[in-house]
């Protein structure tokens, strides 16, 4: 199916690893140039020479830290005229109520709840202006499915799917959609990383990593390129009348 995505250009938040990296994959294959930002430049440069090789688009890199607010200022200067807005970036970190201290909240939310929502006051007003544009938030199933252990991030991603919501009721009265995708949990470095820790603690072992994973659909965690495929046909015209609406990759969970 060809998405009509050829010849448009998308900036991705988080685009050197995980998620990020596989929508930016798919949405070059059907000819998108890219924006692609994240905080490590070698990581950027590895991805655009691969994706320029594979798919001969244009991608420009930009190594920022979208927990700052001048990183963030000068990637949306940079990058107004933009198509497609992917708000990728972010990793809350798991834990109680009671472990997580007011500093690493506040840090956590400043990345991803904040990033997404200054990035996106930045860009939609030119969306607005040229009557076109689409913006995907990236989210996560603890929104819909909140546990006491990632409490941080079930409130950050409730936040952001109202926030989803709320602007994509009003975007279309100027050809703007905004559409939000919780993926669940998903397979990635990150994924990886949190259960070879929690294998480390309650079996001694990190290489037990897979002994921790919960029972999950189909018994394996969501793979990035099928929360990808999702974020890539509700960027496109195929999804044309969708907005203030978000849909979950999550296996039924």
């Known amino acids: 199916m060809d998405l009509g995505l050829k010849g448009k ?18 949405l070059s294959a059907e000819g998108c140039n890219l924006h692609l930002a994240a905080r490590t430049e070698a990581d950027l440069e590895s991805v655009r ?14 190594a920022r830290n979208l927990a700052q607010p001048q990183d963030l200022q000068a ?14 970036a972010g990793a809350i970190p798991q834990g109680t109520l009671e472990k997580l201290d007011d500093a690493t909240l506040r840090e956590s939310w400043e990345l991803k709840l904040f990033g997404f929502i200054n990035l996106t006051r930045e860009i939609y007003p030119a969306m607005k202006k040229r009557g076109s544009g689409v913006i ?25 799917a109202n926030f989803s919501k ?14 939000g995708v919780h993926p669940a949990m998903t397979r990635t470095e990150r994924m990886d990383t949190i259960h070879r820790s929690l ?20 018994e394996r965690p969501t793979e990035p390129e099928e929360v990808a495929n999702l974020v890539a046909f509700m960027a496109s015209e195929k999804a044309s009348y969708t907005s203030g609406v978000v849909y979950s ?4 969970v």
């Open 75 to 88: 990637l949306a200067s940079a990058c107004l005229d933009v198509d497609i807005l992917i708000n990728n």
């Open 49 to 62: 020479d691969d994706i320029k090789s594979a798919h001969g688009v244009e991608v420009k890199i930009h």
């Open 136 to 160: 995907v938030n990236v989210i996560g199933g603890a929104a819909e499915n909140p546990t006491s252990g990632y409490i941080a991030g079930a409130m950050a991603n409730t936040a952001l």
């Open 249 to 252: 990759v999550s296996g039924g």
């Open 199 to 218: 294998a480390e603690q309650t079996l001694g072992d990190p290489e037990r990593w897979k002994e921790v994973i919960p029972k999950m659909p189909f």
């Open 9 to 26: 250009w998308a900036l991705i938040t988080g685009g050197s690893r995980g998620i990020g990296l596989a929508i930016a994959k798919v």
């Open 166 to 179: 709320a602007l994509g009721k009003e975007s279309t009265f100027y050809g703007v959609r905004v559409v």
